[in-house]
């Protein structure tokens, strides 16, 4: 594995430099929105512009910044890692919004409130996401776990496409049933306040029972979202960044869509496959290029799948007729399996050898034995459970 760039030992003023502009940013946000009253459509969408833009603007000077230091090439490199990587988190941050809205109408929290409860949702994502990526950045440095984190990402992207919608029961989280254990709570919230002191014994009020079921749920989301950019940039810098921008422009972002959330249906297909390719990529890709896929393609693979999902579901609504919807995956479904069991095929060949004389390869042959069997073992599980679920579909 390559050196970082950026290595915290020495760069250690950097990330405090972005910590600051980071708390600045939320300094400004919170004044914005001191007062208890619902975030509007044209506010929402107002903000949610802003922060794409400071991700941009921050992509072009991490650019500036690199090029300093470095070489153009590499600073093109990091800046496009960089925008992946606020893309994929992005759009798993937009999968989170869903679970969102469900707690927030499961404890029927007023609008006014929910602003308050993400903007803190936020900061303790942004700590616990900080220590998942110290973590992961002390992790990667051994190629093994870079192919766990692979397989893993794969496995995800996989249940996520055939898994049934759940319906989520915040009363059965073992978090929330603990919390009740040990505090007592409120039956009634008392306006945006999280404790509450009643007969002089200190109280919770459904308020802080939501914000820690949603920072609960944020790290669940984690576990899947932090090895996904790490697929994208082994960057700890640009990995920090990227998540944190993506965490930022949730809340904004969380009321421009949350009265549209079941209209994207196909999101889930759509980061699924991003999953899967992300995965693909740690075990495989990054492998057959050489060490590193090109992340042009991998910028647009992932920019094209997500917004290609988000289109699908504005053609094909979802209270629409769903035969054109239910005709796309059952054709997508044994297709996407197919592909995937050619894949396994290839690889096998190639680490069995006679593959070598049918097709001559030679950046596959420079893979070797047992990176060729680890990709098609994963491509064979990939195409099998894709067939499954398309067989157990045209049988209903």
Excluded at 54 to 72: G, K, V
Excluded at 314 to 322: E, G, M, S
């Amino acid at each position: 594995m390559k050196p970082a760039l950026f290595p915290f030992a020495e760069y250690w003023w950097l990330y405090l430099a972005f910590t600051g502009l980071v708390v600045i940013l939320l300094a400004v946000d919170l004044v914005f929105h001191r007062k208890e009253q619902p975030i509007s459509f044209r506010n929402a969408a107002t903000w949610t512009a802003v922060w794409i833009a400071l991700a941009l603007a921050f992509s072009y000077a991490l650019y500036l910044f690199t090029a300093a230091r470095h070489s153009s090439g590499i600073a093109r490199q990091l800046s496009l890692e960089f925008l992946a990587g606020y893309v994929v988190e992005e759009s798993l941050s937009v999968d989170n919004m869903f679970v969102f809205v469900l707690v927030f109408r499961y404890f029927a929290v007023p609008l006014r409130y929910q602003h308050k409860v993400l903007f803190y949702g936020v900061v303790g994502a942004m700590v616990f996401r900080g220590i998942f990526i110290a973590a992961g950045t002390a992790l990667v440095r051994f190629e093994g776990i870079m192919i766990l984190f692979g397989l893993f990402l794969i496995f995800t992207g996989i249940r996520m496409a055939v898994q049934q919608e759940q319906q989520i029961n915040p009363d059965d989280s073992v978090v929330i049933r603990w919390i009740r254990r040990i505090f007592p709570v409120t039956g009634e919230l008392h306006g945006s306040r999280f404790m509450v002191t009643i007969d002089g014994i200190r109280h919770i009020t459904p308020l802080m029972v939501v914000l820690l079921f949603l920072e609960t749920t944020d790290l669940l989301f984690a576990v899947d979202s932090v090895p996904a950019v790490f697929g994208v940039t082994r960057e700890p810098f640009v990995v920090y960044t990227s998540n944190v921008f993506a965490v930022l422009g949730l809340r904004a972002m969380f009321f421009l869509l949350a009265g549209a959330m079941d209209r994207f249906y196909a999101l889930k297909h759509g980061l699924a496959l991003v999953l899967v390719f992300v995965g693909l990529k740690m075990v495989w890709l990054d492998h057959l290029f050489g060490g590193r896929f090109p992340i042009g393609i991998s910028l647009a693979i992932i920019s094209t799948v997500i917004g290609s999902s988000i289109l699908l579901s504005l053609i094909f609504p979802k209270d629409a007729p769903r035969r054109r919807s239910g005709a796309i995956m059952r054709i997508a479904r044994p297709a996407a399996g197919v592909l995937f069991l050619l894949l396994a095929v290839v690889g096998f060949l190639y680490a069995a050898g006679p593959g070598h004389d049918l097709v001559p390869l030679p950046a596959l042959t420079a893979l070797g034995t047992d990176t060729l069997c680890w990709a098609a073992a994963c491509n064979l599980i990939c195409g099998l459970l894709l067939l499954t679920k398309a067989a157990s579909g045209a049988t209903r």
